[in-house]
């Protein structure tokens, strides 16, 4: 069975950096993309990128280019995603989830979130 | 890019009661779109792909339907579990975009 497991919850202050993370598994992260997904309090789902873990091939939505960094390491089969800069609209729980092949159009599995505080 | 509708926002049933969701794409998505159940304090989870495919272990009370612009999931009887919100989504090249969600509640 593919599990997706996310690192815990964080508060960080505005303005600090702050590194999630997603594991998986050795054979999800040879052969699969890793997508991005933020849920803003008491909202939707919205798709922020994804990436390929074989040759960080990586795909941002334009509403998140520029604002966050995907990244992996295939050695610990982890996926990360990134802030050098947090502000207070960036609280939120954010899902890791498994596109199992490029031309696939669904995402399954998901990991189990990780809830980001942003407060002063 | 694509936008996707849901409607309605909310739905009030009992349980035992039939279900009917909407998903309306902005321009065709063929039969690409797919379906998220998500609970409270849980992640989303795949119930639909390919508009019509039940995802591993999905309930057989679970069917979807549509292509082109318009897409329907039915919840054939409702179970005190499938209260929850209901997402459909669609891929297009390498942009994912949701729906606003549909939310099942309790009449």
């Known amino acids: 069975e593919v599990q997706l497991v996310q690192s815990g919850a964080e508060v960080k202050k505005p303005g600090e950096s702050l590194k999630i993370s997603c594991r998986g598994s050795e054979h999800t992260f040879s052969n699969n993309w890793i997508a991005w997904v933020r849920q803003m309090p008491g909202k939707g789902l919205e798709w922020m990128g994804i990436?390929?873990?074989?040759?960080?091939?990586?795909r941002y939505s334009p509403s998140f280019q520029g604002l966050v960094t995907m990244s992996v390491d295939m050695s610990i089969s982890t996926a990360y995603l990134q802030w050098s800069g947090l502000k207070a609209s960036d609280t939120a729980i954010y899902y890791c989830a498994r596109l199992e092949y490029d031309w696939t159009t669904w995402l399954d599995p998901w990991g189990q979130g990780t809830l980001v505080t942003v407060s002063s | 890019d694509i936008v996707l509708t849901q409607s309605p926002a909310t739905l009030s049933l009992s349980p035992g009661d039939r279900a009917t969701l909407s998903c309306r794409a902005s321009?065709?998505?063929?039969?690409?779109l797919a379906w998220y159940q998500q609970k409270p304090g849980q992640a989303p989870r795949l119930l639909i792909y390919?508009?019509?495919n039940r995802a591993t272990g999905i309930p057989a009370r679970f069917s979807g339907s549509g292509s082109g612009t318009d897409f329907t999931l039915t919840i054939s009887s409702l179970e005190p579990e499938d209260f929850a919100v209901y997402y459909c989504q669609q891929r297009g090249n390498w942009i994912f975009t949701f729906g606003p969600g549909t939310k099942v509640d309790i009449k």
């Open positions: 990436i390929y873990p074989g040759d960080s091939d990586t």
């Open positions: 390919d508009a019509s």
């Open positions: 321009q065709s998505v063929s039969n690409y």
